[in-house]
């Protein structure tokens, strides 16, 4: 199982760090980040794989992901948060770090990270 955690309310502006446990997942699997605003698909983020990560144009330059093996955690660092990056996050792993969400077999639950003023 994949668990998140670390969303919460911010202001436009701030940064927020998110976790995902991911046990025996990170060192032999793709990680990634999606997210779903309320109305709205599904839509990649970020994903990380032997070292290689790949972002969404939105997230480039913005947000980091990151993986720790000896913690088995995959991590988004999000700085400059906008209204818009309002959503719910979720961590997922797969095979390959594609952005498909369809590429990704296992779901955490979802964080909620709220950017308002």
């Known amino acids: 199982h994949l668990v998140e955690s670390g969303g919460g309310l911010v202001q436009p502006g701030d940064s927020l760090r998110l976790t995902c446990v991911a046990p025996?997942?990170?060192?032999?699997?793709?990680m990634a980040w999606f997210r779903q605003a309320p109305g709205k698909e599904r839509e990649f983020v970020a994903a990380?794989?032997?070292?290689?990560?790949y972002y969404s144009e939105d997230a480039k330059g913005r947000f980091d992901i990151d993986v720790d093996n000896s913690k088995d955690e995959v991590y988004l660092q999000m700085n400059s948060l906008k209204p818009e990056d309002t959503a719910v996050y979720y961590c997922?792993?797969?095979?390959?770090?594609?952005?498909?969400?369809?590429?990704?077999?296992?779901w955490g639950q979802g964080t909620q990270v709220t950017v308002s003023s």
């Open positions: 997922a792993s797969g095979h390959l770090a594609r952005r498909s969400k369809d590429d990704y077999g296992d």
């Open positions: 025996q997942r990170t060192a032999s699997y793709a």
């Open positions: 990380i794989r032997a070292g290689f990560a």
